[in-house]
């Protein structure tokens, strides 16, 4: 199949990838000449402008930040999570952006390779603050730091305990491993109605796809030879496991041409048992004005081998002449007592300082803070290559591919690999 450029991002920021090989440059500015706080300062930010969560947050800096910085100007600027990392990805690439601050998701190392972002090592080391008390979902790339997490997104499992009581399913124990899977959807299947199924997902959204192959114990990137290991027996075994069980009927056949709108909303409307999804949805669930399912939507650990951890993190840009101010804010942004602001005010319950995961008052409300606890042994975060976007957005290609039975998994995943190889060859990143 002929390789293909899937958006605006991978046409102006792999040709400068291209340009520079493998090289990955550190900004030249650093913590001792990042701005200063003095004087009326204006910290513009790109802002994820279409989660629940990142909109109070805003809210409540602006009515926070003012007390603590009144000299510091804060403007928003707000993109939807469809378009946020295009548009961060060609600012990166051209090098043109007027911006301090930018939320990404999962784009620490292509930026940094762009010398796009500012490393905040030197901070840390100033201030003494303390990264482990962070969820790294991606803020480092070659030895250095450069974001903090702002969205803790740790894969969990989402159920409707009305559907499971009507298959004679105990609500207080969900499945937690691929055969319970298999054996509680066999249940759910015989009762359900016409229009409901056992298990929601979304064969044209990667991030699904990317649990299912962690959970199978499948790799991304071969971390000793650089290549795409996504045709290893594992990720083999993955795909064809989505294969089999929307043979077998436990998707609803139209998630092989889904929106992911079409996927959340599947099991906020009752229409799913089982549901792999981000810690949001346990929020969304209980809103009247987004879900029918409401109090009976329940959360426990995913089941597998490793758990993926994604989520969105907040950087400062290299050109910025305000770092400091900038570093300020980030640290704002993290601080237990924002987040647990955060979502008191009813933001997405999904913490990135394990202070606040693991609060005791937080814990007595949210049983999602619970579910992304038990598994963070597991945890796995994406792979730090630059061609990580290229990467998913090929998983959505060739995976409806073996899933309709047009190719086999093993032709499927051979596939992808070979563009995948070629990719990583012209970035540099593979002989």
Same mark, same amino acid.
């Given at each position: ?37 003095? &004087? ?97 979902? &991606? ?171 994604? &989520? $969105?993190?907040?950087?400062? $840009?290299?050109?910025?002449? #305000?770092?400091?101010?900038? $570093? ?24 990135? #300082? ?73 970035? &540099?990143?593979?002989?």
């Amino acid at each position: 199949m002929k390789r293909k450029v899937f958006s605006v991002f991978l046409v102006i920021a792999m040709a400068a990838i291209l340009m520079t090989g493998c090289e990955k440059k550190t900004p030249a500015a650093t913590a001792s000449a990042g701005g200063g706080l003095e &004087g009326d300062i204006t910290l513009s930010m790109m802002w994820l402008g279409s989660t629940v969560q990142t909109r109070v947050l805003r809210e409540y800096a602006e009515e926070v930040w003012p007390q603590k910085f009144p000299n510091i100007k804060l403007v928003f600027t707000e993109v939807s999570n469809t378009e946020i990392n295009n548009k961060v990805a060609i600012e990166g690439a051209t090098q043109e952006s007027g911006y301090d601050v930018v939320i990404q998701n999962n784009l620490v190392a292509p930026l940094v390779n762009l010398n796009a972002l500012y490393s905040i090592d030197d901070f840390i080391k100033r201030d003494n603050y303390d990264m482990s008390k962070l969820m790294n979902n &991606g803020l480092d790339t070659g030895g250095k730091y450069y974001a903090v997490p702002i969205r803790g997104d740790v894969r969990t499992l989402h159920y409707n305990q009305e559907l499971f009581r009507l298959a004679g399913l105990d609500p207080d124990k969900p499945p937690t491993n691929r055969a319970e899977m298999e054996a509680y959807a066999e249940k759910l299947k015989a009762v359900l109605p016409a229009g409901k199924y056992a298990i929601n997902t979304n064969l044209t959204n990667n991030d699904p796809i990317l649990a299912v192959l962690y959970q199978m114990g499948a790799d991304i990137i071969d971390t000793k030879t650089g290549a795409c290991a996504l045709n290893s027996p594992q990720a083999v075994a993955a795909i064809q496991l989505l294969c089999d069980w929307y043979k077998k009927g436990y998707f609803d056949p139209r998630s092989i041409s889904w929106q992911y709108s079409d996927e959340v909303a599947a099991y906020l409307s009752g229409n799913a048992a089982i549901y792999d999804g981000w810690p949001a949805r346990y929020i969304d669930a209980r809103d009247p004005r987004k879900s029918t399912v409401l109090e009976n939507s329940r959360v426990a650990a995913a089941w597998g081998e490793k758990i993926l951890i994604s &989520g $969105w993190s907040m950087a400062i $840009w290299s050109k910025t002449k #305000h770092a400091d101010a900038a $570093w300020e804010f980030l640290k704002f942004c993290v601080d237990p007592v924002t987040q647990k602001a955060v979502i008191d005010r009813g933001g997405d319950c999904n913490p990135t #300082h394990f202070d606040v995961l693991g609060d005791p008052e937080l814990n007595a409300k949210y049983e999602v803070l619970k579910a992304v606890r038990d598994v963070f042994p597991k945890i796995e975060r994406l792979p730090q290559t630059s061609q990580l976007l290229y990467i998913r957005n090929l998983l959505t290609e060739y995976i409806p591919q073996a899933v309709s039975g047009k190719m086999t998994a093993k032709q499927a995943m051979d596939a992808l690999v070979e563009e995948a190889n070629e990719a990583l060859r012209d970035a &540099g990143e593979l002989k």
